[in-house]
């Protein structure tokens, strides 16, 4: 008895990106904290915690830059998530991604 074949799912690669806003990876430094006990010596090589996220630019002001990772278009707009505001003076370096 012969298999039936199955028709193949269609997947779309290309882009879909038709929003305003350019896609950047951004290095910065965070706060890092622990809240156990230490000796001098770990204390010492404690260090900030340094980030690296890839997101949509949607502000840069001189202080801050915001933004998001994922989002939603619909007829009311876009809805923006997975957002982000990270402070201008922790930012290490700022790479535009094609």
């Known amino acids: 008895m012969a298999r ?40 010492s090589r404690m260090r900030l915690a340094t980030p690296v996220s890839e997101g949509w630019l949607f502000e840069k002001t001189r202080d801050v830059i915001k933004i998001f990772a994922s989002y939603d278009k619909d007829e009311d707009g ?4 997975e957002r982000t505001i990270i ?11 094609k």
Not at 13 to 37: F, H, M, V
Request: net charge positive; hydrophobic share 25%.
């Open 87 to 97: 402070p201008l003076s922790c930012v290490k370096k700022m790479n535009k991604l």
């Open 78 to 81: 876009i809805h923006f998530g």
């Open 4 to 43: 039936k074949r199955q028709k193949k799912k269609s997947v779309h690669t290309g882009s879909t990106d038709s929003i305003p806003y350019s896609k950047y990876r951004i290095e910065w430094n965070d706060i890092a904290s622990d809240s156990g006990w230490a000796s001098d010596k770990e204390f």
